[in-house]
């Protein structure tokens, strides 16, 4: 079945150090997505690629870094210098084309830093 | 960037009832599309129904619908014959090159 996996579900990190977040779809799609979500809060934007090797950076891009090699994968690195990096991370994806707009979302990263 | 507010943080209806719930975007664009996304407790982000810009005629998903009003920039989701299965945190989301997600609206549907 095509769809888009994030893993792990819960991840705990001390506090300085660095951590990935894995972000994997089989669906073709050329542009995928990183979202930031805190408690009762809506989706904030930190990274989107339209496409392999180029990237721009969202809303709350600071203290996060991303890479895209491959069409499959998006990887959200978040660093040491990001002050609050505990929350849920959604990743998401579309295809393009009038009728591929709409994205389709992975389970979710739940990120805890103590 | 554009924004898209959603005015309703939290609505409640009753089971078997209709509720309606708001959102406004701002943009000076004239194609771009508009999706809700229904968040229940488990996280999952589903498409619940969406809307190009340049179809005057609203979309309809089976009990959702949405009124599509492009001069005022308003996109509001109405739910029909309510059932329990569709209390979650509701998303507008906008989108022209990149994606835009409102604050939610968290609906309850009471027994």
């Known amino acids: 079945d095509g769809g888009i996996t994030q893993s792990p579900k819960y991840l705990f990190r001390k506090e300085g150090q660095n951590v990935t977040l894995s972000c994997e779809q089989n669906?073709?799609?050329?542009?995928m997505y990183w979202y930031r979500q805190d408690p009762g809060q809506g989706l904030r934007l930190i990274y989107y690629s339209q496409i392999v090797n180029d990237f721009q950076k969202g809303d709350i891009a600071e203290g996060y870094s991303v890479s895209r090699e491959k069409k499959e994968s998006f990887p959200l690195t978040v660093t040491s210098a990001q002050k609050n990096p505990t929350a849920f991370y959604l990743c998401?994806?579309?295809?393009?084309?009038?009728?591929?707009?709409?994205?389709?979302f992975g389970p979710g990263t739940r990120l805890t830093v103590t | 960037a554009q924004t898209v507010t959603q005015s309703q943080p939290e609505m409640s209806v009753q089971e078997a009832e209709t509720v309606t719930l708001s959102c406004t975007y701002d943009t000076s664009e004239s194609d771009y599309y508009l999706f809700w996304y229904k968040q229940p407790p488990s996280r999952q982000m589903i498409l619940v129904i969406r809307?190009?810009?340049?179809?005057?005629q609203n979309a309809t998903e089976n009990r959702f619908s949405v009124n599509f009003q492009k001069a005022a920039k308003s996109f509001s989701l109405k739910i029909s014959d309510s059932q329990l299965g569709d209390a979650a945190m509701y998303f507008c989301a906008y989108y022209n090159n990149d994606m835009r997600f409102g604050a939610g609206t968290r609906l309850t549907v009471k027994p």
């Open positions: 998401a994806s579309h295809g393009t084309g009038r009728s591929s707009y709409e994205q389709y």
């Open positions: 669906l073709n799609h050329d542009a």
């Open positions: 809307q190009e810009a340049y179809k005057q």
